[in-house]
């Protein structure tokens, strides 16, 4: 997707109208229009990048510097003692728009937002394999 049709460029550019909760000159954060929780929020780059591998460290550094004043003022006012922080990063992870952004989720015990997490044990040596690919990918 080229940055001509992306909804958060739009939004980054005031095209789009959002409810804005930080900006400075690299990052914008507003809330989500369809919530998982209340309070949850969206922290985009203001420049268009797909995802995680394709956003230069500088502006990837210049989000993460954002998060936790934005997840204290949302969890405060929202009342939640805590959050998830969350990049889903293409599509198989759940990414629907192709523009890098991470969410901020207010959490309460008991909400079921995310009631089961899918974990598992790896087997007898497979992850010692799998360190050793990863690795040579490095």
Request: glycine share 6%; with cysteine; hydrophobic share 45%.
């Amino acid at each position: 997707m080229d940055q001509t049709n992306c909804v958060f460029c739009k939004i980054a550019a005031g095209q789009i109208p959002c409810y804005k909760i930080f900006e400075n000159n690299a990052v914008l954060s507003f809330l989500d229009i369809n919530p998982i929780s209340d309070g949850h929020t969206i922290i985009i780059p203001k420049a268009h990048y797909e995802s995680a591998e394709l956003c230069p460290p500088e502006i990837l550094a210049e989000a993460a510097k954002s998060f936790g004043a934005i997840a204290k003022a949302v969890t405060a006012a929202v009342g939640a003692p805590a959050f998830n922080l969350l990049c889903n990063n293409g599509s198989p992870a759940g990414q629907v728009v192709k523009h890098i952004h991470f969410h901020i989720i207010p959490r309460r015990e008991n909400d079921n937002v995310f009631a089961r997490w899918p974990k598992y044990t790896y087997p007898d040596g497979k992850a010692p394999e799998l360190l050793k690919k990863i690795l040579a990918h490095f």
